[in-house]
């Protein structure tokens, strides 16, 4: 579960901090909570997210409910119905999530007498996790090289 953005260059400035590129990723060890009230598209978003190998998900395994409303018309007063009428299934032809779920690499119980307390132990499993990930693979330094002095190879700015 190493899959990571590819950091691809950085980008100087004459003052602030060098820049990532691409700039709106978010490089390093990822982790998702997920629990059995999360259904529809909290069953697809961790779906996705495990056949990608982006990171881990933890706590409980999700409802089952991934399926799709399309197509729904509008009623005459502007309001709508919607009803499920496409189900989703994974390319290897099986229906991976639908009355499944999608289960969690590290299972971690929702206490509710320690949530009421301000404790959220899937929280606390997931930072936990992160930061051991952090530390077995903290994130790389790069040096910003010299500024290039290219007037001597064309000549330009050579003394007369």
Do not use: C
């Not at 929702?110 to 307390?117: M, S, V």
């Amino acid at each position: 579960m190493r899959w990571t953005f590819a950091q691809l260059a950085k980008i100087a400035f004459r003052s602030g901090k060098d820049w990532n590129v691409p700039a709106g990723a978010i490089y390093g060890p990822k982790a998702m909570i997920i629990n059995e009230n999360a259904g529809s598209g909290g069953d697809a978003m961790p779906w996705f997210f495990k056949k990608s190998n982006v990171g881990a998900l933890i706590g409980k395994r999700t409802w089952g409910g991934l399926v799709r409303a399309s197509g729904i018309p509008t009623l005459m007063d502007g309001g709508r119905v919607t009803s499920p009428n496409g189900a989703v299934y994974g390319l290897k032809g099986e229906w991976e999530v639908e009355n499944i779920g999608v289960a969690p690499n590290i299972e971690v119980e929702l206490d509710p007498a320690l949530w009421r307390q301000g404790r959220d132990l899937q929280l606390e499993k997931t930072v936990e996790y992160l930061l051991e990930e952090l530390k077995k693979n903290p994130p790389k330094e790069y040096k910003r090289p010299d500024y290039p002095n290219n007037h001597k190879e064309s000549g330009l700015g050579k003394p007369k």
